[in-house]
Every structure is written in structure tokens, then in C-alpha cells.
């Protein structure tokens, strides 16, 4: 083993210092690397000096490796003085070698190099590769990084590694992303890889923002990656930065991000905004995103996009809240889907997102073949305390492209009820979807049905609008309790079509004319608004219609070949002289069934029941 200590190593032909030929279990500290024309530190697998006497970086040992060596202490590209002196290359790279470590015994200042701060490229399986402890980009004193410090390209940049671990850096400031993992333009992949307890985008206080140009953490073609560790310990903050937060890309697997701070300063009470999206996830599968604070972002909280992104999960987070649950909203959804499927938002009891004071939708569902995603047990408006926390436009919307998703409880027993209530339009809008399933939630009211906590002040519990909104199926699988709308509890209009109402209560009998709806229960209205159904069987799935202040069920203006059967009246109109279902304008619609399991029952109304 060597020791490289101590030494001033700058304006040379070179790199700095060259650790290679088998160099294995030595040190490198304490040197000030500087302005060299090479890298700054390079620790390779080693070379053979030909016999002609040529280049002696053209042929490498195979295999060999540069193994278990220390790199602590060290300017590289800065001065002690804080005057910037860059390598015209990385400022630390290596090359072929496992087991090094780069800052844990002391602090590496890494910072003003004119490619990547840290270059970690073809590790091979062996002992895992630690970066721990360094300043990467920023001044020395972690508090600012002035024009020219930070590193040209990324803070770190991995490439085809596996077993390395990131840990308690500062990372700010750089061209490009604070880490980047992989890089599927050249195919190379950054295998099991742990990022845990770092400031990425922020100083060192972790009060101000120092933002890496692009991402604060770029995992392009990489696989089991975990972005924090579940614990208060290991919470990354990665906020600030000029892009996303995190960018998670090109068939990247496996990756957990897992209690961080996104969006927010290491308070939580102070927002911290990443320029685009708090999370962004594009073509990859089977990651987890568990238990962090994603607020604060300019763009959405978190986007998921593209065809290749399927069977994600996103669980227990609080998108557009800080830690007191005060307003951290995002710049637009909370949750942003497009053309994706079979992503689950939420799922069974206890893995629900509390999602609020987000400037958009709760949860966006866009774009085309966004199909087949479960959105289950989230507190949508609302936190767990019954406090409102309203998103400024819909609870969840669902556009005209994005279809068969289930919202609710589903019949494989995946998912359970969302609480949709407080916010700013309707608790769910369908606007122009088809074959989606409604069941099991709870809307306009507490978790309790107690009290009630109405959606917009003049929109509807749900809405179902456009010509292909069809064969959507509110209430199939488990009974959805709306109340207190401002306008309608349901409202289909816009020539949707063949859609199903059944299994719903819509007012609620406990709390009486306070939970009634301001206008209608059900509206179904205008031309094309054809057959669709409101009820189902009598003692198995009908609607409970309680306490409205208008006509409960109304069809009118051309809307025709509705029908309305097996529902249970109660109490319409309290002491007004209202009718239980009026038809005005409209043909061909059925009142009732063929037999007793499919009427309506109709009681303590003042006007005519129809």
C-alpha cells in the first residue's frame, strides 16, 4: 500500500496523481489538486508501459484494480484559500476498482472541475464504494457557490457500478445533475446504489437554496436504488435544484424513495422549490416512492409518464403539505399521470397519500392509454385530523384518454376508499373517460360521516361530462357516500352515455337537510345524455337518496333513454314542495322496473313523488 500526502499537485500535462498499477489499500490526503490539464485524482486498474515506450495510458491491465484505498482530505480543484483552480477533467475518478472510499475519514472539497466533481466508472462487484463527507460544488464553507465553482458536468456520476453508497455529502451547485446514475445514451447502468442523509441543491445549513443545474438526482438506467432509507437519519433534502428533484428513467427498477424531503428546506416549514417536478418517473417500472414530503415544487409533485412506466407505487407521502400540515402546495397536481398504466396511487388501508393545497388536481389522470391504475386510501382535500386542505382545482380528474382505472375499493381487494372532500371544484371529475370504477369512498364528508366538508362551491361531488364518458360504474364493488355538494352530489351531462349510478348513499340521514346538496342529487342533462342508469337492485345495491333541496333526480333538456330505478327516497325536500324524480323535455326515459326489486320507494315528500 501508498501514501500520497501532503503534496501541491497543479498545472501539470497529467492528472494530479495517478494511482494505478494494482495500487491497492493505499491513501491519498491532504493534497491540493489543481489546474491540472488531465483529472484531478484518478485511481484506475492500472496500465502496462508498453515495450516501445509509448503512450503508457493505452493499455490497461485486465484484470487488475485499484482497491480499498482512502481518498480523504483533499482540495481538488479548489484552493485552501476558496480560490477555484479546476482540472480540466473530473476532479476524482475511478476506474475498474472497488472498495475505495472518498471522504469517509475526512472531507474532500470537490468543486470548480471542468467535467464531473466525482467519477465512479466500470466498478465491478467487490466491496462497496463509499463517497461520504465531501463538499462537491460548492465554496468551503458549504454556504455559497459562486460563478465557477460549481463542477462543469454532475456532482457525481456513476457508471457502470454496482455497490456504492452516497452518504452525508453536500452536493450543490454543479452543471448538470447533483448525482446522475447511469446514462442510457451509452447504455451504462448503476447497480445497487444506496443515497442516504445528503443535501442536494441546498447549502449546508440546508436553509438556501444552491441549485445543481438540472436534476438533484438523476437515476437514467439504473436499478435498485434506494433514495433514503425510511428514517429521519437517512432523509435526504433534495430541493432547489433547476429541474426535478428526482428523475427516474429508462427501464430504471427497483428504486425506493423512501423518507426525503422534496421541494422543502430541512425544516419542512420552508418551501424550497425544484424548478419542474418534485418526482418525475419516465418509461420505469416497479419502483416504490414511500413516505417522503414532496411539496413545494414548481410543476407537479409527482409526474409519472410514459407507456414503458408501469406497476409503480406510491404510498404514504404528503404531496403539497409541510411537516406541520400547513400549505406547501405544488404549482400544479399533486399526482400527474400520463399515458401510463397499472401504477398504484395509494392501495390497501394504511398506504394512502394525504394530498392538499396542491394549485391543480389532487391527482391528474392524462393522457393517452393512461389505463388499468388503482387509486386507493388517499385523503384527497383532507388530512387525517378532518382538517381541510383543499387542491385548487379537482380532487381527481380524469381526462377523455385515460381510462378503466379504478378508483376505491376494487374486487381484488387491492385497494380501499378515498376521503375526497374540500376541495376547490368536484370531488371527481370524469371528463370524457370511460370504463372507469367509482367505489367505496367517501365524498364531501370527514372520515367519520359526521360532518360534513363539501367540494367546491359550484361544482359536484362527481361529474361525468363528454361524449365518450361511458360505461363508467359508480358504485359497482363497495357503496361511495357523497354529501353536501354546492351543486349536484352527481352530475352527468355532455352527452355522456351508458354510464352506471347504483350502491351510492347521496345525503346522508343522520345529519339531514345539512348534508343535502344545494341543488339536485342527481342531474342528468342535454342532448346525447342517453342511457344511463340510476339504481341498482332494491336491498343489494340501490342509491339512498336522502334530504334533497331540489329535485332529487331531474333528466331534462333532451336527455333520453335514462333510467331510474331501485332508489330509495327519503325526506326530499324537507318542507318545500319538491318532487322525488321529475322528467322535463326528455324521452323515452324508464322510471322503475320490471318488477319489485327494480321501483323506486318514495317517501315523506311534500310534492309529487314523480
Do not use: W
Request: hydrophobic share 35%; aromatic share 4%; net charge negative.
Amino acid at each position: 500500500s501508498n501514501t500520497i500526502h501532503d503534496n501541491g499537485t497543479g498545472i501539470n500535462g497529467g492528472d494530479g496523481i495517478n494511482f494505478g498499477n494494482s495500487s491497492s489499500g493505499g491513501e491519498i490526503s491532504a493534497n491540493i489538486v489543481y489546474s491540472n490539464v488531465g483529472g484531478g485524482i484518478n485511481i484506475t486498474e492500472g496500465f502496462l508501459i508498453p515495450a516501445d515506450g509509448g503512450d503508457s495510458n493505452t493499455i490497461p491491465i485486465a484484470p487488475g484494480g485499484s482497491n480499498n484505498n482512502d481518498v480523504f482530505g483533499n482540495y481538488v480543484g479548489i484552493l485552501p484559500d476558496g480560490t477555484i483552480a479546476g482540472n480540466t477533467l473530473n476532479g476524482i475518478k475511478i476506474d475498474k476498482s472497488s472498495g475505495n472510499q472518498v471522504g469517509v475519514s475526512g472531507r474532500n472539497f470537490v468543486s470548480g472541475n471542468l467535467n464531473h466533481g466525482i467519477y465512479l466508472d466500470e466498478i465491478p462487484t467487490g466491496s462497496v464504494s463509499i463517497i461520504r463527507d465531501n463538499f462537491i460544488g460548492t465554496d468551503l464553507t458549504g454556504a455559497a457557490s459562486p460563478a465557477g465553482t460549481g463542477n462543469t458536468l454532475s456532482g457525481i456520476f456513476l457508471s457502470n457500478c454496482k455497490l456504492v453508497r452516497i452518504d452525508e455529502n453536500l452536493i450543490s451547485g454543479n452543471g448538470q445533475d447533483g448525482i446522475q446514475l447511469g446514462n442510457s445514451a451509452s447504455n451504462a447502468a448503476a447497480d445497487v446504489v444506496s443515497i442516504v442523509n445528503n443535501k442536494i441543491g441546498t447549502d449546508l445549513a440546508g436553509t438556501t437554496a444552491i441549485p445543481n443545474v438540472r436534476h438533484g438526482v438523476n437515476v437514467d438506467n439504473a436499478n435498485f436504488v434506494a433514495i433514503g432509507n425510511g428514517t429521519a437519519a437517512g432523509r435526504n433534502i433534495i430541493s432547489g435544484n433547476g429541474e426535478d428533484g428526482i428523475a427516474v428513467s429508462n427501464d430504471a427498477s427497483n428504486v425506493t424513495i423512501d423518507d426525503n424531503y422534496i421541494g422543502l428546506d430541512i425544516t419542512g416549514l420552508t418551501k424550497m422549490p425544484n424548478g419542474q417536478d418534485g418526482i418525475n418517473m419516465t418509461g420505469a417500472n416497479q419502483n416504490a416512492i414511500l413516505n417522503n414530503y414532496i411539496s413545494g415544487n414548481t410543476r407537479h409533485g409527482v409526474y409519472v409518464q410514459s407507456a414503458a412506466t408501469t406497476s409503480n407505487t406510491i404510498q404514504r407521502n404528503f404531496i403539497g403539505i409541510m411537516i406541520d400540515g400547513s400549505n406547501g402546495g405544488n404549482g400544479i397536481d399533486g399526482i400527474h399521470l400520463n399515458a401510463c398504466q397499472q401504477n398504484t396511487i395509494g392501495g390497501t388501508a394504511g398506504n394512502g397519500n394525504t394530498i392538499g393545497f396542491n394549485a391543480g388536481d389532487g391527482i391528474g389522470l392524462h393522457g393517452s392509454n393512461t389505463d388499468d391504475n388503482i387509486i386507493g386510501d388517499n385523503l384527497i382535500g383532507i388530512d387525517a385530523s378532518d382538517v381541510l386542505i383543499p387542491n385548487g382545482a379537482n380532487g381527481i380528474y380524469i381526462a377523455s384518454t385515460a381510462t378503466s382505472n379504478e378508483i376505491g375499493v376494487n374486487a381484488a381487494g387491492t385497494s380501499a376508499g378515498n376521503i375526497i372532500s374540500g376541495n376547490t371544484r368536484n370531488g371527481i371529475l370524469i371528463d370524457g373517460s370511460n370504463n372507469n370504477k367509482i367505489d367505496g369512498n367517501i365524498i364531501g364528508m370527514n372520515s367519520t360521516q359526521l360532518a360534513v366538508l363539501p367540494n367546491g362551491g359550484t361544482y359536484s361531488g362527481i361529474h361525468i361530462t363528454g361524449t365518450t364518458a361511458s360505461n363508467n360504474i359508480i358504485g359497482g364493488v363497495a357503496r361511495n357516500y357523497i354529501a353536501g355538494a354546492h351543486r349536484q352530489q352527481i352530475l352527468i351531462d355532455g352527452a355522456a352515455n351508458t354510464n352506471t349510478v347504483k350502491n351510492v348513499d347521496l345525503g346522508n340521514a343522520a345529519l339531514g337537510a345539512t348534508a343535502q346538496s344545494t341543488d339536485n342529487a342527481i342531474l342528468i342533462t342535454g342532448l346525447g345524455t342517453n342511457g344511463n342508469i340510476v339504481g341498482g337492485v332494491l336491498g343489494t345495491d340501490e342509491n339512498n337518496i336522502y334530504h334533497s333541496n331540489n329535485v332529487a333526480v331531474l333528466i331534462n333538456a333532451q336527455a333520453s333513454s335514462n333510467t331510474v330505478k331501485s332508489n330509495v327516497f327519503e325526506g326530499v325536500g324537507g318542507t318545500s314542495q319538491i318532487y322525488a324524480i321529475k322528467v322535463k323535455d326528455g324521452n323515452s326515459n324508464i322510471i322503475g322496473g320490471g318488477d319489485v326489486t327494480q321501483g323506486n320507494v318514495i317517501t315523506t315528500t311534500l310534492a309529487n313523488a314523480i
